[in-house]
């Protein structure tokens, strides 16, 4: 059997959890960033053989994957753009760890995750790190209520560095930023981007794929991106 039919028959074998939301009108944002719109531009009703809409948005709306250039100027040799930056940093062995029991002020600590290594699976190069707030639950649209986008936590900057020092390619989170609403200077955001990490924020769904799971997270090759939205997918 080729291996293609080998990597066919094994996937088929696995469940697959949709990691991604719903991009709609109205759904959260961060409070600094553009709105996201879907517009009729043409449908049948208008003698047009094709529905179409456009979308406006920003590259970092929704689930969604931070380039290191979000962060990290040109000249730093971690600065790669959204098309810049290699495909094989958007698929791999993920580990959730599961810190569902945080209040919004509570951040990830470097003892937490070396804790976890101990008592579950050590964290290698090139795997994904996905941090599991249950803040998905949250995620209303913002004429509802405002708490997902207000105050959430976030990954520590020590945690941060020994994450990257790893060698993984992504850190991923169900909340609106990597870095708590209360931390000052965004230094996971520093810490991870500017060692070659890329950022997934948004997520959801990540109490179904606990412990280890193969994800796959492309987002769209946009010329001199900061970011892009993406489809995630966790095969478990």
């Given amino acids: 059997m080729s291996n293609v039919k080998q990597l066919a028959a094994l996937m ?15 759904m959260p944002i961060y409070p600094t960033h553009s709105r996201y719109y879907h517009t009729l531009w043409d449908t049948f009703e208008t003698g ?15 689930t969604h994957m931070d380039a290191t250039a979000h962060f990290i100027q ?5 600065h790669l753009y959204m098309d810049q930056t290699p495909v094989s940093q958007f698929f791999g062995r993920a580990l959730t760890i599961d810190f569902s029991h945080y209040a919004d002020t509570d951040v990830v600590s470097l003892d937490e995750i ?3 290594e101990q008592q579950n699976a050590a964290i290698e190069a ?9 803040w998905d639950r949250y995620w209303v649209p913002r004429t509802e209520h405002r708490q997902y986008s207000q105050s959430w936590p976030g990954l520590g900057g020590e945690a941060a560095e020994y994450l990257a ?17 209360y931390a000052e200077g965004a230094p996971a955001h520093y810490a991870l981007l500017g060692n070659g990490v890329n950022i997934i924020e948004n997520l959801t ?31 478990k």
């Fill in 114 to 116: 070396k804790t976890w």
């Fill in 12 to 26: 088929n074998e696995m469940k697959v959890i949709d990691l991604s939301h719903t991009l709609e009108e109205g």
């Fill in 74 to 78: 040109e000249g730093h040799p971690a």
């Fill in 48 to 62: 047009s053989r094709a529905l179409i809409y456009q979308l406006i948005i920003n590259e970092h709306t929704g």
């Fill in 205 to 235: 769904r990540l109490d179904e794929v606990l412990g280890e799971s193969y994800v796959y997270a492309f987002p769209l090759k946009v010329a001199k991106g900061s970011g892009s939205p993406i489809r995630a997918l966790a095969f």
């Fill in 126 to 134: 090139g795997d994904i790190v996905l941090l599991r707030f249950g």
């Fill in 165 to 181: 020092s790893k060698g993984i390619k992504v850190v991923g989170c169900d909340c609106l930023a990597i870095d708590s609403s």
